[in-house]
Structure formats: structure tokens, C-alpha cells
């Protein structure tokens, strides 16, 4: 297989909306890794996750491994509440069957699209109110 | 029946015979041989070259132009993903750290706490 960029343009242009969306819509920061997550790969994305640095704990990271074909979604622990592990595994759900037919960022967008759908939008009292 | 019912027969019989196979094709040659209509020219029929061209150059020619039409965009595109075939591309990160290898190398170690979900396909 010859080297090459892993997203045309288009396909780069689809993800970063997906990802602008969903925090438009419901305040969810989204980070994508597609790339090869060595070892254990539940370990790596965590350590990938724990690398958003100071907004991790509010972050999401879907890493992707294509060649070994894992996907994991990691959740920090003050996003958790707003997105449990069943929707995460229902986002995972669309990733993956989108990847077996060999869209792999049409899976992601639409993966990053499933979870902001189901990231309940942290109610802010006493703002809307007089 | 009479003999001159059967004379009758036989003759329109031989007649009608007789007129369709006048007019068959091969008889057309016979007739062809002694008078040629206006504009029933065969002109002076094809070189080897031109036979070739005609019957073998333009459908082998057609095959290609089909072929490359077929196959060029998704050689403009450049390779795509195929499940099992493997991974090639460099690793890419959307909507991460700046310094991405820095900030793996000098991550605090995560927190038990988070969730998520794994998945194969």
C-alpha cells in the first residue's frame, strides 16, 4: 500500500464539521486520533485522552486504528454524566458499520454526530429566567 | 377429381414457385451482372489496413478510452480505505493538542474515572 495522506481534503473538511457541530449543538469538545494505537489499545486512547490536557475531563477522544481495526471512545469523567457508556457504544455502533464498508470518515462524522445527538446539553438555571 | 383439376394445380403451383424464386437473393447476382441500378456502386472494397482499422482498431480502441474513463477518477483520487488491507497513512489527529507527541510524552496518567466504549469491525 503506497504512502499517502489518510483523508482527502473533503473527507478532512467532513470531520472537523462534524466536530464543529457537535459543539455548537451540545457544547460536546470532540477530538478524533486515527492512526495506530500500539499495544493495548483501551490503554493508548486513554493516554491519548489524558493528552487533551486541562479540558480532558470535559473531552471526548474517538481514536481509531484502522489497520487493526479498534475503535475506542474515551470519555472523561465530567462528560460521563452527560454522555453514558450505552450511547458511546451506540455511536461506536455507526462508526464501526460505516468503517466495514470502507467509509472511514463518513463513519466518523457520522459517529461524532451520534454522540453529540445523545450528549444531554448541561441546563444552565436561573439564565433564561428574569 | 378430373384431370383438368389437377392440370390447374399443377400449374398455379409451378407458377408461384417459379415467381419467388426469382426473386430470392441469388437470383439478384444474375440480374445484377446484366443491369446495376443508379447508385448500386460496391466502390473499390478494403485494403487489409483498413479492415484491420475498421474491425479491430476501433473496438479495441473504444475498449480503452471506456477503461480509462472507468478507472481515472478513483485513480485521481488516490487509495481509499479497504477493510483488511491494511493502514499506510501517517497518524492524524483532529481537534488535538498542538504538540501532539509532547503533550503523549508529558500526559498525567488517566483517570479511572472516564467511560466510553470499545468496538472491532
Known amino acids: 500500500m503506497p504512502a499517502g495522506d489518510a483523508f482527502s481534503e473533503r473527507q478532512q473538511d467532513d470531520v472537523v464539521r462534524a466536530i464543529r457541530l457537535a459543539r455548537k449543538q451540545s457544547q460536546l469538545p470532540v477530538s478524533v486520533y486515527v492512526g495506530t494505537l500500539e499495544g493495548d489499545t483501551r490503554a493508548m486512547a486513554r493516554q491519548l485522552h489524558a493528552a487533551l490536557g486541562a479540558g480532558a475531563d470535559q473531552a471526548v477522544l474517538v481514536a481509531v486504528d484502522p489497520g487493526a481495526r479498534r475503535l475506542e471512545i474515551v470519555t472523561g469523567p465530567g462528560v460521563r454524566r452527560r454522555l453514558d457508556d450505552r450511547a458511546a457504544a451506540l455511536a461506536a455502533l455507526t462508526m464501526t458499520s460505516a468503517f466495514q464498508a470502507g467509509d472511514l470518515s463518513g463513519g466518523i462524522a457520522n459517529g461524532i454526530l451520534a454522540l453529540a445527538e445523545h450528549a444531554h446539553v448541561p441546563r444552565s438555571l436561573h439564565t433564561d429566567q428574569p | ?121
Open chain 2, 1 to 121: 377429381m378430373t384431370a383438368r383439376t389437377v392440370l390447374r394445380a399443377a400449374v398455379l403451383t409451378s407458377a408461384t414457385a417459379l415467381l419467388v424464386l426469382v426473386t430470392t437473393p441469388a437470383f439478384a447476382a444474375v440480374t445484377v451482372l446484366a443491369h446495376r441500378d443508379d447508385g448500386d456502386d460496391p466502390g473499390g472494397g478494403l485494403s487489409v489496413l483498413q479492415t484491420l482499422g475498421i474491425f479491430v482498431g476501433i473496438p479495441v480502441g473504444l475498449f480503452v478510452v471506456i477503461a480509462v474513463l472507468v478507472s481515472a477518477p478513483a485513480m485521481a483520487r488516490g487509495p481509499r480505505y479497504r477493510p483488511g488491507v491494511g493502514w499506510w497513512a501517517a497518524p492524524i489527529w483532529f481537534n488535538g493538542p498542538d504538540d501532539a507527541e509532547r503533550a503523549v510524552r508529558e500526559a498525567e496518567a488517566p483517570s479511572s474515572q472516564g467511560g466510553g466504549a470499545s468496538a472491532r469491525w
